[in-house]
């Protein structure tokens, strides 16, 4: 675990590596694509000549003996969830960790959102549900998250429940919210449980992966270990029919995500930003 000073540093650098994304892109595309709730009650107020007489609140009317019609407001306070896979998987990466990039890419999200006025909160998992910060505003919310995300990055553990995650946010989440789920999506058998938590929220998959996971390299005799399950494997990478038969298979992998959100009308987005 980084102590607070570490993550502290961190959390700086970051904020100043996305602040021009955030001023000069995210920010109005983030406003325009993601829309509130819809409009909200404001106030009531009297009368005035050119209001829409099918504004009328009846019962103030009736009540004051003046005519008050109600005033509404559109809302645009929104949800955000972010529901980031902290599992042992993530801590592979040929240049830096997936586990670095997911935090990086949750944190200027998070940013973007609190710049919005939005309420933000996380639920970060593996086989189990690791951390659950409920939706809050300010500063303090997108702090908080933020170092979770960064702690949590320098410690990925355990295997993928991805289902079960996805379960964890349509119990305790009941507001419609937008959901940003941060995942490499090592796990099986999650469709139906996005299906359910999609009929409610707006879901925006981020894919998180690494360019060595398309294309194994020619090193001759490797050791590979699965860092969710530990099983080792002695794989001859100067054969390239076992290249040819790696880089195909993380091809359809990867097309297996995109059709397995698209069936669950879930949006994907890219994790590079």
Not at 17 to 31: A, F, M, P, V, W
Not at 106 to 112: E, I, K, M, R, S
Not at 201 to 215: G, L, N, R, V
Not at 243 to 252: I, P, T, V
């Amino acid at each position: 675990m980084l102590d607070t000073a570490t993550l502290m540093k961190q959390v700086g650098r970051i904020k100043i590596l996305t602040s021009r994304l955030i001023d000069e892109r995210l920010s109005g595309d983030y406003h325009s694509m993601f829309k509130g709730q819809g409009i909200e009650f404001d106030e009531v107020r009297p009368y005035e000549p050119g209001d829409d007489v099918r504004s009328i609140d009846w019962n103030v009317t009736a009540r004051t003996g003046h005519p008050h019609v109600k005033r509404f407001s559109e809302e645009r306070e929104l949800t955000v969830i972010f529901l980031v896979d902290v599992s042992g998987s993530h801590a592979f990466g040929s240049v830096r960790s997936k586990a670095e990039l997911a935090a990086e890419i949750t944190c200027l999200l998070a940013l973007t959102a609190i710049r919005n006025q939005d309420k933000i909160g996380l639920v970060l998992f593996s086989d189990r549900v690791v951390k659950y910060l409920p939706p809050r505003k300010g500063r303090t919310a997108v702090m908080r998250l933020v170092r979770e995300v960064l702690a949590a990055s320098e410690e990925t553990r355990d295997r993928t429940d991805l289902a079960g995650a996805l379960r964890f946010l349509s119990q305790i989440q009941k507001r419609k919210a937008v959901v940003f789920l941060v995942s490499d999506f090592q796990a099986a058998g999650y469709e139906p449980a996005l299906r359910v938590l999609s009929r409610r929220h707006d879901i925006i998959a981020c894919d998180i992966s690494d360019p060595a996971e398309f294309a194994l390299p020619n090193l001759g005799l490797v050791e590979l270990q699965d860092p969710e399950t530990g099983e080792l494997l002695l794989a001859d990478t100067s054969s390239p029919a076992l290249r040819r038969a790696f880089a195909e298979n993380a091809a359809a992998a990867a097309g297996t995500i995109v059709s397995r959100s698209a069936s669950s009308q879930a949006a994907l987005k890219p994790a590079s930003i």
